[in-house]
């Protein structure tokens, strides 16, 4: 065999917040349980099945520590889209008003530019007999206490508002919902996937009863996450969605991914002590790349609030490009756009659309989110690609030239022959 010692060059990784790279300090802990602690944590005869508890019990500590939670009040799960479809649906079948089946079973509250992970539990629920609003955000983005009180009922049960929206970075008025959903008697779940190990994290002082977040998203491992349940003021109960050996406190039966959890525990750990200089420099880099784009490219606006964000996500819509043509000039930088593929066709994301950006904008998007191994030099090669790219694609635009010439595209009538 002929080798090559040209090895293809890597992508620059801005999609951070699709999944992070696992810390190497985080499979380090974790290696251990594969092979020499591997009991069953449920084994409680023998030192294997208690190594493994203890493993999970450390775990256990650490991920409560970075949400200021007990231990007791942490459950693992799979993952955020675990903790999500937990807190949601195990929250209404307890606090359901009316029995299975009938209608007027309850009423939950979120909002339309939430995750997949969460819209999609509420749409079931209001497939048996709840009721569901989907507060419209504004132009910026975020989701008020103000907006949420005008869509609270008699018959709310249920408030379910993420933290931080994973397509925009956007911050959700999180502590400010908490508050009025204890005021009103009413659970509060957060999808805080996006906020946790980020941004400092107290669910005592935030007021939150419910709240998930991922591994993988915090330098973890894939396929753990935990959900954080209150059990004081108030003491929350959930239905679990699956039945059988009684783990994680009866709320998630089946035998604990050991290694994982000690893994999502490491990377909580890790989170705890970087966060407040990783938050710094990501910061100044994403300033960078965002004031770049926009000194050097015309239509080109950052999207969602301009203040109210996590420091390492950015979407960036680009007038005058298409789409497509977008994502493959910058094949160099491995990021998300504004389009997501379906079946047949390039959607424009709901998240964008409901902001009420339009199809064309939402099309020539890009989400760049940053994480710990972003480099300054990853940034300005960033920099330099998306302007290329940008400048090239335009140059080819007929739109464009119409733009430069000073006609208003918006009062053109299209013909179509
Ligand atoms: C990634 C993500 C999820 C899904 O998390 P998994 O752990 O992959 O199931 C849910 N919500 C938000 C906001 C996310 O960013």
């Not at 974790?30 to 203890?54: I, V």
Request: aromatic share 6%.
């Amino acid at each position: 065999m002929i080798s090559s010692n040209k090895q293809p060059k890597q992508p620059i990784y801005l999609d951070n917040a699709a999944t992070t790279r696992c810390d190497p300090r985080v499979v380090e802990a974790m290696l251990p349980y594969f092979t020499e602690f591997f009991g069953n944590a449920g084994s409680r005869n023998h030192q294997f099945g208690w190594k493994a508890e203890d493993g999970i019990e450390v775990a256990r500590e650490q991920s409560a520590k970075l949400v200021g939670a007990q231990p007791k009040e942490i459950i693992f799960t799979s993952g955020s889209t675990e903790s999500n479809n937990l807190a949601i649906k195990g929250a209404a079948e307890i606090y359901a008003r009316a029995g299975a089946g009938q209608t007027g079973r309850g009423h939950i509250v979120t909002a339309a530019h939430e995750h997949k992970a969460v819209l999609d539990p509420v749409r079931r629920l209001m497939r048996e007999g709840f009721d569901a609003t989907f507060i419209q955000p504004p132009a910026d983005g975020v989701i008020t206490a103000a907006m949420v009180a005008a869509a609270i009922r008699p018959d709310t049960i249920l408030v379910t508002i993420m933290w931080v929206n994973n397509e925009l970075g956007t911050i959700n008025e999180v502590p400010e919902i908490g508050r009025l959903c204890h005021e009103r008697e009413i659970i509060f779940h957060t999808d805080a996937t996006q906020w946790v190990g980020k941004m400092p994290t107290n669910v005592e002082a935030d007021q939150i009863d419910l709240l998930s977040w991922s591994g993988h998203k915090i330098y973890g491992p894939k396929g753990v996450g935990a959900l954080y349940v209150r059990r004081r003021k108030p003491r929350v109960r959930l239905e679990a969605l699956q039945d059988g050996g009684g783990q994680e406190r009866g709320m998630r039966s089946g035998t604990q991914n050991v290694s994982g959890i000690v893994g999502f525990g490491k990377a909580c750990e890790l989170c705890l002590q970087s966060m407040d200089s990783e938050r710094e420099r990501l910061l100044a880099l994403r300033t960078r790349l965002e004031t770049e784009l926009v000194k050097r490219l015309e239509v080109t606006v950052v999207n969602g609030h301009p203040t109210r964000r996590v420091a390492n996500i950015s979407n960036i819509s680009f007038g005058f490009v298409e789409g497509e043509s977008l994502m493959m000039g910058v094949r160099e930088i491995a990021c998300s756009s504004g389009s997501a593929c379906t079946s047949a066709s390039l959607e424009p994301s709901y998240v964008l659309k409901s902001l009420g950006i339009g199809d064309d904008l939402a099309h020539s998007s890009l989400r760049l989110s940053l994480g710990r191994w972003t480099t300054e030099a990853d940034i300005d090669a960033s920099i330099e690609m998306i302007e290329t790219a940008v400048n090239h694609l335009r140059r080819l635009s007929p739109l464009y030239d119409l733009h430069k010439e000073g006609i208003d595209l918006s009062k053109i009538v299209w013909q179509s022959h």
